[in-house]
């Protein structure tokens, strides 16, 4: 069965510091998605990408956030500047399917900003 | 108004029983529905998709869609232990849009 493969599984940071989050999703699928859940509240959707660019993007998804594809099968999420409120499980999702709505997730990366 | 409303449980059945499960949305373009299950600490699992007004069969689970009434349903026959978890309803307009995820209804089934 195909796999969205995340790294890390958990990553510790200082307020303020950088982090990168990578995903890996199955390959030829034409969008791709990242999502976060903030501990015991819902999934939101934070972007879209399609094409090598971003298709949609949410209110969360501000200027502290980039995702990009750096070498044409990973993408990252980029945090430039972590607050406390950015401690989250953030998924990588691979839609399939009727419409490229079914979507894969992957196992996420739990986010602690300390 | 919320976009996907879920009641919140917890959701006690006993094994063997049927679990419904309810679910309704705000936005009366969506065209995807869907229903993933969550066990705890891990990631959304997709178990059934829904497009058109109706049921849908898959082993045991059973999903109802009534786009009139704006309203996702999911049956669980045959309840086991190994049922419980997060049920999460989402929906999407289709065609690369966003899914909006429902905060989930926990399921606990009861040996």
């Known amino acids: 069965e195909p796999e969205v493969t995340q790294t890390p599984s958990h990553q510790v940071t200082q307020m303020g510091q950088e982090v990168i989050l990578r995903c890996v999703p199955i390959?030829?699928?034409?969008?791709f998605y990242w999502y976060r859940q903030i501990l015991g509240q819902k999934v939101e959707f934070l972007v879209s990408?399609?094409?090598?660019?971003?298709?949609?993007k949410s209110e969360i998804f501000d200027d502290q956030f980039s995702v990009e594809r750096p070498d044409g099968s990973n993408f990252t999420l980029k945090i430039r500047s972590t607050k406390l409120e950015d401690s989250a499980m953030y998924f990588c999702?691979?839609?399939?399917?009727?419409?490229?709505?079914?979507?894969?997730f992957g196992q996420g990366t739990r986010l602690t900003v300390v | 108004q919320k976009e996907v409303e879920q009641n919140s449980g917890p959701l006690s059945v006993p094994e063997g029983a049927i679990a419904s499960l309810n679910c309704t949305y705000s936005?009366?373009?969506?065209?995807?529905f869907f229903w993933y299950r969550q066990y705890s600490g891990k990631s959304p699992e997709l178990i059934m998709s829904?497009?058109?007004?109706g049921d849908k069969e898959d082993g045991r689970f059973t999903a109802q869609l009534n786009k009139a009434s704006q309203y996702v349903s999911l049956l669980i026959r045959d309840s086991q232990p190994s049922d419980s978890a997060t049920y999460l309803c989402a929906v999407s307009r289709g065609g690369g849009f966003k899914t909006i995820f429902g905060a989930g209804t926990r399921l606990f089934v009861k040996a």
């Open positions: 829904i497009y058109s007004n």
């Open positions: 936005d009366r373009v969506s065209q995807s």
């Open positions: 990408f399609y094409n090598n660019e971003i298709s949609e």
């Open positions: 999702a691979s839609p399939t399917g009727r419409s490229n709505t079914e979507a894969f």
């Open positions: 390959s030829n699928h034409l969008y």
